[in-house]
């Protein structure tokens, strides 16, 4: 019986990735088993997607779990109960006499100041641009402001504020918008969930293969499954 | 028996961790869909079954937030006993407090204006049920469950950054995976970083 695989990813023969101790010289049927090219190679690359995810994903996971943090002790990291944005500080105050096209709705005028003003990204607009127009760029690192009123606009950074960076990337999906690099980042948000249900399910695979730790990763991996039902039934 | 070293113990601390949390880490994993695909969720609500009703006359500060103590003094009056609620106020003339499950919502509104409280429930759609879970804290919801749930929450917010240092430290040990590795942990930072100036 093996008591443990050596995560030793390179190794030229797969084969060589299991190690045992104290493998008598007539190996078991769930050596035999273990030892299979075919389990062996599948062992190999298992490890390797909950090891190469892992360190692909490591910020965002970090971002989603500093973050979750923040949220839950938000009253501890700011003092407020309720998320407060960092206040917005005046940048600029110039003209802007570019026409928009005949009937343009909100959206079509924010995009074009966002242009003019190379701040082109996800947005959100309110008001109508015959009148007065406040449109708010999200971003992380600072979100800007931007009112058009009376042919003239003016552009207001965010401060920075650390809880509000980490909350808002945690709160970003990004398929709403219309721009590539929101879709990109909407297609990083689902590809670090499949890797955080793939991270379950390559664990528990993983934990198997370690006879040794068998009996305490049961009892903690049923300890868990325990509690969380009853949460589900009792809260 | 084996001898306890730092590689020993970062191992142990990655698997153990990650098997008592299991459940959360996939159920976080899986109600992320339900933020992240709002559209695959939409559906109508039931509409609100009326439990009861009473006349309340509890006083409630002007504006602000109203004290769990006074959403204690409104659940007697409906005749519940529980210390697991939430108090909210969507406007000055009304009080929410919920009594938070993960199935159903319930809960008592207070018409401020009018001195009347009503108790309602009704089910959640799955989209519902799924951020629900996300989302709740516990520690907002009082109640010694609650609490426990909450302690369990901060033990996998913290058991993510856990699985990323020890996960680092044990791929580190890998000599052979150390330049792949490398390449994996510096494009994703890379790519994180691009998003984060880009976004």
């Known amino acids: 019986m093996p008591d443990y695989i050596v995560l030793d990813f390179g190794a030229s023969n797969p084969r060589q990735c299991v190690m045992d101790s104290s493998t008598p010289n007539a190996p078991s049927e769930e050596h035999r088993r273990s030892t299979r090219p075919s389990r062996v190679v599948l062992s190999k690359w298992i490890r390797r997607i909950h090891l190469f995810a892992g360190l692909f994903l490591a910020p965002w996971v970090l971002m989603y779990s500093l973050s979750s943090i923040g949220m839950i002790h938000r009253e501890a990291f700011t003092g407020h109960s309720k998320r407060v944005p960092p206040e917005f500080v005046v940048e600029r105050v110039e003209p802007y006499n570019k026409p928009f096209a005949e009937d343009a709705t909100a959206d079509q005028a924010a995009t074009q100041i966002l242009e003019d003003l190379d701040l082109a990204g996800g947005f959100k607009a309110r008001g109508s641009p015959d009148s007065k127009l406040v449109i708010t760029r999200d971003r992380a690192i600072g979100s800007h402001r931007v009112t058009y009123e009376n042919a003239q606009v003016t552009v207001e950074k965010q401060k920075f504020g650390l809880n509000f960076f980490l909350e808002m990337l945690h709160r970003r999906s990004g398929y709403q918008e219309p721009y590539l690099t929101n879709d990109l980042w909407a297609i990083a948000v689902d590809v670090v969930i499949i890797a955080i249900i793939a991270w379950a399910f390559t664990g528990i695979w993983m934990w198997w293969e370690m006879v040794r730790t068998r009996f305490l990763g049961g009892l903690a991996f049923i300890a868990g499954t325990l509690l969380f039902i009853l949460f589900l039934a009792l809260i | ?199």
């Open chain 2, 1 to 199: 028996m084996a001898r306890i070293t730092f590689q020993y113990a970062v191992r142990r601390l990655h698997l153990y961790l990650g098997m008592f949390s299991l459940p959360w880490v996939l159920m976080y994993g899986i109600t992320a869909i339900a933020f992240s695909h709002r559209d695959w969720f939409k559906g109508e609500m039931d509409p609100w079954t009326i439990e009861g009703e009473w006349e309340c006359s509890v006083e409630v500060p002007a504006e602000g937030d109203v004290s769990r103590s006074t959403g204690a003094e409104i659940l007697k009056i409906a005749g519940l006993d529980t210390t697991a609620f939430g108090v909210y106020r969507p406007n000055k003339d009304t009080v929410n407090i919920n009594l938070s499950s993960f199935w159903t919502a319930r809960g008592l509104v207070y018409k401020v204006d009018e001195q009347k409280l009503t108790l309602r429930n009704r089910s959640k759609l799955t989209g519902h049920i799924l951020t629900g879970m996300h989302v709740r804290a516990g520690f907002h919801n009082g109640g010694s469950l609650n609490n426990l749930w909450g302690i369990i929450v901060d033990v996998v917010c913290a058991g993510f950054t856990l699985w990323i240092v020890t996960g680092i430290l044990i791929w580190w040990r890998i000599k052979r995976m150390r330049s792949w590795g490398l390449l994996a942990l510096g494009g994703g930072f890379i790519s994180f970083a691009a998003f984060i100036i880009l976004l």
